[in-house]
């Protein structure tokens, strides 16, 4: 039953704080950089896609600098690939707590959503002082980026604990990941605009709820607009089904990995 | 004796805490399941090359039959591959029998192994938290055990040094400490937790476990005979996943022993630091 598992995952919530703490203290101190470390990573693949996307072809997204553009993106994209990309390899990094304590194992996972949530703020810090260089406005619009994100975490869980669930039975799908992460990037609208879809093509591509999360986070957050309501409502709709589906799963296939020899 | 009453020492019929019946554990051993063979199965039907061994099964536990009363402590014995490890696995549920039923009343101890779940970039303090957080323990009972846990493992100064700087002692002494601290359920499974530091802190510890045995129920797995036989008063001996043994010490440890072709006064050799132990006279 859901509910015993959410009541048994409630009644362990102060593991939870502990083991974030936990994560976020050795990652920032076995790295001279420290929380830098979080940021570099989305401000190097900023600068390689404005050097293809801005300077080589040349790409528009007015009224905002392409500067601003993908900083931003790229800071909400590593927000969920990160947490995709390590979450359910984080189950096989700890089996020796899964085969003894009977915590709620859907904490490793959650332990590295949180943990990406922690850099996104850093991030978000960083974003702000690009909006500020570059005198990008924030419009009351703003606001509806926290509904977009409350999808786009939907969204991000939802697939964590599906790929889990699936990785936990089929071993070397953890490998195929980063590939399909790649993929998934060109088909949102994370390194260029929506603007540049063929206008046949849109409605196809916003059905990806990924593509309408991203087109929606640019309306709101940096063109100060919001005309996507309808294709959002979708991507709400399909992106509850995965959490609450992806959640199923994984707490049926949890029992396997105990048994992983 | 039937697995729903256990007539107790002193005759009184008692219902039991812990109760396995007619458990089988069947691991899967062989090729992992991959994408790769997936797919070169669903397009050529046929294994890839090099992965064509056929998985096979390990039958880790085979019908035991067990049941422990409130207040008893079970040693459990066997040699490596016996099925130890998965009867605690079973008991502390992180896992499913494949057949029979396990049933355990009351809060069980999570499986207690010896520094579990310990970084080596967090101090010993820190960790000792994050232990007890693990137990599922709140907020206020944290900080209180965590002072028990740091002064218990005489580490004195480097509770605020990263663990990955302590000695291997240290680091034995506070997972001890840890493992008996951190608020045991009411029943307890242990899994070779003596095996520690020097014979001092052996003997504290062995005490510390005799207190613990005469308030809440254990399991207790060790290849340690002596600490088996000061601390249980009954004892089972898995061999091949089958319940070979159960009885007083005395009998079980002997008996081992001379299956074993070990003389039966001598303590194995993987015993910690320990004078020899007449298992007859410690039962």
Redesign the interface.
């Known amino acids: 039953m859901p509910q015993d598992h959410l009541r048994r995952a409630f009644?362990?919530r102060?593991?939870l704080?502990?083991?974030l703490r936990?994560n976020v203290?050795?990652r920032y101190?076995?790295t001279t950089l420290g929380p830098l470390w979080a940021l570099l990573q989305p401000m190097l693949s900023g600068l390689v896609y404005a050097f293809v996307f801005a300077v080589v072809l040349r790409v528009q997204t007015h009224p905002v600098p392409y500067a601003v553009f993908v900083v931003t993106n790229l800071v909400l994209w590593t927000y969920s690939m990160r947490t995709i990309l390590i979450g359910p390899a984080v189950l096989l990094a700890?089996l020796?707590?899964?085969?003894?304590?009977?915590?709620p194992r859907e904490f490793l996972p959650i332990g590295v959503w949180l943990e990406s949530l922690v850099d996104l703020a850093l991030g978000l810090a960083v974003v702000s002082l690009f909006f500020a260089y570059y005198r990008v406005p924030v419009t009351p619009y703003a606001l509806g980026a926290l509904v977009v994100f409350a999808i786009h975490s939907a969204w991000t869980l939802g697939v964590t604990f599906l790929v889990a669930a699936i990785a936990i039975?089929?071993?070397?799908?953890l490998q195929?990941i980063p590939v399909l992460l790649q993929l998934a990037l060109y088909l949102a609208p994370v390194v260029y605009p929506l603007d540049l879809v063929p206008a046949a093509l849109r409605r196809l591509y916003l059905l990806n709820p990924l593509g309408t999360i991203f087109a929606a986070y640019q309306e709101t957050l940096l063109f100060g607009r919001f005309t996507l309501a309808r294709e959002l409502a979708v991507a709400a709709m399909i992106s509850l089904l995965l959490l609450v589906g992806g959640y199923r799963l994984f707490k049926s296939a949890e029992?396997q990995l105990?048994?992983l020899? | 004796m039937t697995t729903d009453e256990i007539v107790t020492r002193s005759g009184v019929v008692d219902a039991p805490v812990v109760t396995v019946s007619g458990v089988s554990k069947v691991y899967r051993l062989g090729p992992p399941l991959e994408l790769r063979r997936l797919l070169h199965q669903a397009v050529v039907r046929s294994d890839p090359p090099g992965v064509a061994e056929r998985p096979s099964f390990h039958h880790a536990l085979r019908d035991v039959d067990l049941a422990l009363a409130a207040g008893e402590a079970l040693g459990v014995i066997g040699p490596n591959g016996a099925g130890k490890t998965t009867l605690l696995r079973l008991l502390a549920g992180v896992t499913l029998p494949t057949r029979g039923r396990v049933r355990v009343e009351g809060r069980v101890s999570p499986f207690i192994g010896l520094g579990m779940g310990f970084h080596p970039d967090l101090t010993g303090r820190e960790n000792a938290h994050l232990y007890c957080a693990l137990m599922g323990l709140d907020r206020s009972t944290i900080r209180a055990r965590v002072e028990e846990i740091v002064s218990y493992a005489e580490i004195g100064d480097y509770v605020d040094v990263a663990f990955k700087r302590y000695s291997s002692g240290m680091m034995a002494r506070l997972g001890f400490a840890a493992a008996v601290h951190a608020d045991p359920g009411s029943v307890l499974l242990l899994d070779e937790v003596l095996a520690v530091g020097d014979r001092r802190f052996y003997v504290k510890g062995l005490a510390t476990l005799a207190q613990l045995v005469s308030r809440s129920t254990m399991v207790f797995v060790s290849h340690n005979l002596d600490a088996v036989a000061r601390l249980c008063r009954r004892v089972i001996w898995l061999d091949g996943g089958r319940l070979r043994a159960d009885g007083p010490p005395s009998e079980v440890i002997g008996a081992y022993l001379r299956a074993q072709g070990v003389p039966t006064i001598g303590a194995p050799s993987d015993a910690p630091p320990s004078k020899p132990a007449n298992p007859a006279a410690a039962g």
Do not use: E, K
Request: charged share 30%; no cysteine.
């Open positions: 009644r362990h102060v593991f704080g502990y083991w936990r203290l050795t101190r076995q700890h020796d707590l899964i085969t003894r304590v009977q915590f039975r089929i071993r070397d799908l195929v029992w105990a048994d020899l």
